[in-house]
């Protein structure tokens, strides 16, 4: 069984969650039930520190100590796991495959029904060591069983934010007017990127200037893929030519897998890398390239500078 970061993120679905941020406890207070007596909502949140604290350790043992024997789990494939061994068995293999990857919790809502169920509700994330992150959507339900709160039953579903500005936060550097000088400084080629759809989506133009004239126009629409969680992106250009690409955080950088086709039907593709300097520029490279299966040599690095206003 392969474990992605996508089901790795529904793993920490099962935690008895508690808020990190003390905004966080606030919005748990509030959405408990006045019925909640407190002394159990803090062994709740006790449990929650130990799973914490056992998810960044890789303890998947201590983890499946906090599931009952007969737990349930369903991913958000669908495909579900039975019993504490079980879970256990896929925490270890997560572990195994990914380690080193930290959780961040955000609860939406606590309800308790009754003196011993509670079942809770929040979105979850994961990231791992390079920089990938993932987020999805849980519902948990927590027994009382021989006096200590034990989750029973988890499912996971995916995370669908009101706006997607928060996924696309770590391009939000990219706002603002770039441009990239020729060696022998015989053309421009200028870039904006701008917010739009409501902060959805981030929509970049280019233009290549020589004598004053635009000489070759296009554009790229970024996004966040919700099924796939994943940044991804569509390209074009005024002749006709589009592509689809998919964005990938290692470290600083981001890489970029890119394919295309031209108005004359040719097939390209890819790998871009845009590696920060600092606020104010950036490099940006093309290597691993194709033109219809053949291998093309890759592009030097180009440093690309932001801008500034006019004051």
Same mark, same amino acid.
């Given at each position: 069984? @392969?474990?992605?970061?996508?089901?790795?993120?529904?793993?920490? *679905?099962?935690?008895?969650?508690?808020?990190?941020?003390?905004?966080?406890?606030?919005?748990?207070k509030a959405a408990t039930t006045t019925a909640a007596p407190s002394a159990d909502e803090k062994a709740i949140r006790v449990t929650a520190d130990e799973f914490v604290k056992a998810f960044n350790a890789g303890d998947a043992k201590t983890i499946g100590a906090e599931w009952s024997a007969d737990a349930d789990y369903t991913d958000e494939s669908g495909?579900?796991?039975?019993?504490?061994?079980?879970? =256990?068995?896929?925490?270890?293999?997560?572990?195994? =495959?990914?380690?080193?990857?930290?959780?961040?919790? +955000?609860?939406?809502?606590?309800? *308790?029904?009754?003196?011993?169920?509670?079942?809770? +509700?929040?979105?979850? /994330?994961? +990231?791992?060591?390079?920089?990938? /992150?993932?987020?999805?959507?849980?519902?948990?339900?927590?027994? @009382?069983? !021989?006096? +200590? $709160?034990?989750?029973? #039953?988890?499912?996971?579903?995916?995370?669908?934010?009101?706006?997607? %500005? !928060?996924?696309?936060?770590?391009?939000? $550097?990219?706002?603002?007017?770039?441009?990239?000088? %020729?060696?022998?400084? /015989?053309?421009?080629r200028r870039i904006k990127f701008e917010w739009v759809a409501g902060r959805n989506f981030i929509k970049s133009n280019y233009n290549v200037i020589k004598d004053g004239k635009a000489t070759l126009?296009?554009?790229?629409?970024?996004?966040?893929?919700?099924?796939?969680?994943?940044?991804?992106?569509?390209? *074009?250009?005024?002749?006709?030519?589009?592509?689809? !690409?998919?964005?990938?955080?290692?470290?600083?950088?981001?890489?970029?897998?890119? /394919?295309? &086709? *031209?108005?004359?039907?040719? =097939?390209?593709?890819? &790998?871009?890398?845009?590696?920060?300097?600092?606020?104010?520029?950036?490099? $940006?490279?093309?290597?691993?390239?194709?033109? #219809?299966?053949?291998?093309?040599? #890759?592009?030097?690095?180009?440093?690309?500078? @932001?801008?500034?206003?006019?004051?």
């Amino acid at each position: 069984m @392969r474990v992605n970061w996508t089901r790795l993120t529904g793993l920490i *679905f099962g935690i008895a969650v508690m808020s990190i941020a003390a905004s966080g406890r606030a919005q748990d207070k509030a959405a408990t039930t006045t019925a909640a007596p407190s002394a159990d909502e803090k062994a709740i949140r006790v449990t929650a520190d130990e799973f914490v604290k056992a998810f960044n350790a890789g303890d998947a043992k201590t983890i499946g100590a906090e599931w009952s024997a007969d737990a349930d789990y369903t991913d958000e494939s669908g495909q579900d796991f039975h019993g504490r061994a079980a879970i =256990e068995a896929l925490y270890a293999q997560m572990f195994k =495959e990914h380690p080193g990857g930290t959780v961040t919790v +955000k609860i939406d809502s606590i309800r *308790f029904f009754g003196p011993d169920v509670a079942v809770e +509700k929040g979105v979850a /994330s994961v +990231k791992s060591p390079k920089g990938e /992150s993932s987020a999805a959507r849980y519902t948990v339900v927590h027994a @009382r069983r !021989d006096g +200590k $709160w034990i989750m029973v #039953d988890c499912k996971d579903s995916p995370y669908v934010s009101a706006a997607d %500005s !928060d996924v696309l936060k770590d391009l939000e $550097w990219l706002i603002g007017e770039w441009k990239i000088d %020729s060696p022998d400084k /015989s053309e421009e080629r200028r870039i904006k990127f701008e917010w739009v759809a409501g902060r959805n989506f981030i929509k970049s133009n280019y233009n290549v200037i020589k004598d004053g004239k635009a000489t070759l126009t296009g554009g790229q629409i970024i996004g966040w893929h919700p099924k796939h969680a994943q940044i991804v992106s569509m390209h *074009f250009d005024a002749n006709g030519g589009f592509g689809n !690409d998919t964005w990938t955080k290692d470290g600083s950088k981001w890489v970029i897998d890119a /394919s295309g &086709v *031209f108005r004359d039907g040719s =097939e390209t593709t890819a &790998v871009n890398i845009i590696t920060p300097i600092d606020a104010n520029s950036f490099t $940006w490279q093309s290597v691993k390239r194709t033109l #219809d299966g053949v291998k093309l040599p #890759d592009t030097p690095a180009v440093k690309v500078t @932001r801008i500034q206003p006019a004051k």
